[in-house]
């Protein structure tokens, strides 16, 4: 008996201790928290010390054992509430509130341990009466109820602290997941954190390469409102087995987070990407190796894919026949032999000059800065070859005005004045070295329209002609627009960056993510905004894209946990693969 009240004592001081830490002066909903955790306090050491001690009937056991099933329940309510308004908690504040939470768990769980039907030292004689019909109605009614509130508690610590239901809600990592498959998420080797605050277990586990990840999306501004509205998702999701998903933004847009991506660099290694294969090194390799585990996850071509997944695809970014165009633009890109790109680039820069002296219309540059003729803008991929009628009007540009010649000159010619013997002159880096070499198949063709052109006007005073190889130039000009498109998903600087030309590399802790879908996702290479830059950086006279080429890492701390197991749909039930 003595045993039992020194736990009750215990339960009483660690709520109390709970409570003290929860005042706040606020007058937000975070001064709800104290109030609530002292009533229950207060109620609990009324029923331990006025009642029970002096009378220990079966009623007040029940009831005690109950509060003792409610504390820690309440006590997370109280901890969100005192976290869920405007005033910000430190770190330490936290941390004392947890340590007390942890005891109260521990001492009202040993509590309602001893109070159980074997093991309690209170004894009463079985009540053979028969209650009123309208009692045992209330009765069985109040247990449903209790029965659904705990169920919903035991779910939630679930969902915080041991493992999340999470529904895939895009293709991004097809053909692993497709939309609507669910998924389980082992939190507790993540080291999950206590609502709301930045107070965690230790993480257990570290990651591997290959693991397939649910976090928090980088790309979001994170702020407490935001935190509190993730939270309340986050929890009404898990309650109802995530069929019900609020989380979606004033426009009405389901929030892209949690996103789930696989992890690709690991703390230790540089990357890099080109024509869609990932590279890496450590600080004890010199040269890049092509990953293989990522070969083995990375999908670009989805019409490949077996017909079964085929019909479940809602979104093929690009046909087979487009991807096959990709391929064959990489292949001229790598095996582009840089000497005869620069005869070529003389002969056509001489051809277009002898051809403006046949009209009598080469201007040298007489005034101003020749160099900004033609703004980076107006030399636009989607804007020169995409619209070919765009080239013509800078053909007609560069034949009448002061210093188009000049400028056309240096457009084709400059960038060979700077490249050694048969080698760019960023051959070492893999994919500036790609870049350069995409800028002059890009330069090459435009320079080729823009002389043609210049021929169809000697010939039949106007630029409109559909003879083959105006047909076959205009094509090439639509592969190389559409390359620009899908470059960033086939792409991506070495990353981390190198610094005063030493390598860099992902840091302690950090992880670079990326979606096997490659042509869908939008993940840790991308910024979700898209900028104009020029195709190779390394010339001044480069054409330019748009890129949302942004590459960053994720801290450990934002990675929710590991998907490790598919629950449905049941046919294609199964634990993830991530070797």
């Known amino acids: 008996m003595k045993r039992i009240f020194i736990l009750f004592y215990a339960t009483a001081v660690s709520a109390l201790l709970f409570s003290i830490s929860l005042f706040t002066l606020s007058f937000g909903v975070e001064i709800c928290a104290f109030p609530l955790m002292i009533v229950f306090t207060a109620i609990f050491a009324f029923v331990v010390l006025f009642k029970l001690k002096k009378e220990p009937t079966l009623g007040f056991v029940k009831a005690i054992k109950k509060l003792c099933e409610y504390a820690p329940f ?12 405007v005033s910000e908690t430190s770190y330490a504040l936290d941390f004392i509130s947890v340590v007390f939470w942890v005891l109260l768990l521990v001492f009202s769980s040993l509590s309602g341990y001893f109070l159980k039907d074997k093991r309690t030292p209170f004894a009463f004689k079985e009540d053979k009466k028969k209650k009123p019909l309208g009692r045992r109605i209330f009765f069985e009614i109040a247990d449903w109820i209790d029965a659904f509130v705990q169920a919903a508690f035991i779910v939630s610590f679930v969902n915080i602290f041991i493992f999340q239901l999470y529904a895939i809600p895009s293709e991004s990592m097809i053909p692993q997941f497709l939309i609507g498959d669910r998924v389980a998420v082992l939190k507790t080797a993540a080291g999950p954190s206590f609502p709301l605050s930045k107070v965690a277990l ?3 586990a570290s990651y591997k390469k290959g693991d397939i990840v649910v976090f928090r999306n980088p790309h979001y501004t994170v702020g407490r409102k935001y935190e509190v509205r993730t939270f309340v998702n986050q929890l009404v999701y898990m309650l109802t087995f995530s069929t019900v998903n609020l989380a979606y933004d004033e426009s009405g847009q389901m929030l892209a987070d949690p996103l789930v991506k696989r992890i690709a660099g690991v703390p230790g290694e540089q990357l890099v990407m080109v024509d869609g294969v990932l590279y890496s090194r450590t600080n004890t390799e010199k040269d ?7 070969a083995k996850f990375a999908e670009y071509n989805l019409n490949s894919l077996d017909s079964s997944i085929k019909r479940k695809i809602h979104d093929f970014p690009i046909s087979e026949k487009d991807f096959i165009s990709l391929c064959e633009i990489e292949s001229l890109r790598k095996n582009l032999d840089i000497e005869n790109a620069k005869l070529e680039s003389l002969r056509i820069s001489s051809k277009f000059n002898m051809l403006c002296t046949q009209l009598g219309s080469f201007k040298p540059f007489q005034n101003g800065e020749w160099q900004n003729f033609v703004l980076i803008k107006d030399l636009a991929v989607h804007k020169l070859f995409f619209n070919i009628s765009n080239i013509d009007n800078l053909t007609q540009r560069l034949m ?16 060979a004045s700077k490249c050694p013997a048969g080698t760019t002159p960023v051959a070492d880096d893999p994919y500036k070295d790609s870049m350069y070499r995409l800028n002059i198949l890009m330069k090459l063709t435009l320079g080729k329209l823009v002389v043609h052109n210049i021929e169809t006007y000697l010939n039949t005073g106007s630029f409109s002609s559909n003879d083959e190889t105006r047909l076959q130039l205009t094509e090439d000009a639509q592969k190389l627009f559409k390359y620009s498109l899908f470059n960033d998903s086939r792409n991506m600087p070495v990353f981390p960056e190198n610094k005063n030309g030493s390598p860099s590399y992902i840091e302690k802790n950090e992880y670079f993510l990326m979606g096997d879908n490659r042509f869908n996702s939008l993940d840790l290479r991308h910024s979700y905004e898209q900028i104009l830059v020029p195709v190779s950086e390394e010339d001044i006279y480069s054409l330019s894209y748009y890129s949302r080429l942004e590459p960053q890492t994720i801290n450990a701390s934002r990675i929710l946990g590991v998907t490790i197991l598919r629950f449905y749909p049941f046919n294609r039930f199964g634990l993830i693969q991530s070797k």
């Open 400 to 415: 009448t005005q002061e210093g188009g010649a000049v400028w056309f000159s240096a457009f084709m010619t400059d960038w």
């Open 74 to 85: 309440v006590g997370i309510v109280a901890f969100v509430l005192r976290r869920a308004g």
């Open 288 to 294: 890049f190796s092509p990953v293989a585990l990522d």
């Open 202 to 204: 230790p993480r257990i």
